[in-house]
């Protein structure tokens, strides 16, 4: 069965600082691996999607990285600001998986002034 | 195109009632997924549709959830008989082939 574990499970910064956001899997025949992120109740945001082929993607201040053989993958914010603070989840599709996603429990990121 | 559309946003609901819920996904995606999520959880995957054919099911989805995507477009989810443990967020996304999913803003539903 595909396991998500991401690390920290929740985080706590002073404004301006550099963060890294840890996710693992289980399931190495991967096709895609997504970042997303949730504000209190409301749906998900795509951040970044990483092909199989690739080994990191870029956004803003944003980079999120792939490691197939190591089964992780890292999400690192440059830069934090009060406006980053949200729920970060990791989701992992299989490689036969139709693009179903495997969800981590998520990061609670808290950016204070 | 406005992205993935979902509704009602929020359902409260008597325990035993039916009730059902919409999706709008993005017009050209032609995979449809419905995912749950409860409390400090992420989303866990309950169906998905590749036009209209249903092509998996997770054995979260009792037999009193039944989904539907007509012609390929929209889709709806139904609970029949709701429980209290189905009080969740219910999640939307789409897709096209191999892409990047784009999720709706969810339908909270409470079962008092």
């Known amino acids: 069965k595909q396991e998500v574990t991401q690390i920290p499970a929740a985080l706590s910064v002073p404004e301006g600082e550099n963060l890294v956001l840890n996710c693992s899997f289980t399931?190495?025949?991967?096709?895609?691996l997504q970042w997303f992120r949730q504000d209190p109740g409301k749906g998900l945001t795509s951040l970044l999607l990483?092909?199989?082929?690739?080994r990191e993607q870029t956004s803003g201040r944003l980079n999120a990285s792939l490691d197939k053989s190591s089964g992780r993958s890292t999400l690192y914010i440059a830069a934090s600001q009060p406006g980053d603070s949200a729920t970060y989840l990791c989701a992992h599709a299989g490689g036969t998986s139709y693009g179903k996603l495997t969800f981590g429990q998520g990061t609670i990121l808290t950016v204070h002034p | 195109d406005t992205g993935v559309s979902q509704d009602p946003r929020h359902k409260i609901t008597k325990r035993g009632q039916n009730v059902t819920f919409r999706c709008d996904p993005i017009?050209?995606?032609?995979?449809l997924y419905w995912y749950r999520q409860t409390l400090g959880q992420g989303p866990e995957f309950l169906t998905y549709f590749q036009n209209e054919a249903q092509l998996e099911k997770s054995r979260l989805l009792s037999d009193r959830f039944s989904a539907e995507r007509p012609k390929g477009s929209f889709s709806t989810l139904e609970i029949q008989r709701t429980e209290q443990g189905d009080s969740a967020m219910y999640l939307c996304?789409?897709?096209?082939?191999?892409?990047?999913?784009?999720f709706g803003q969810g339908t909270r539903l409470t079962v008092v």
């Open positions: 990483i092909q199989s082929s690739q």
């Open positions: 399931d190495s025949a991967i096709y895609n």
């Open positions: 017009s050209e995606h032609n995979r």
């Open positions: 996304a789409s897709s096209s082939s191999g892409a990047e999913a784009f």
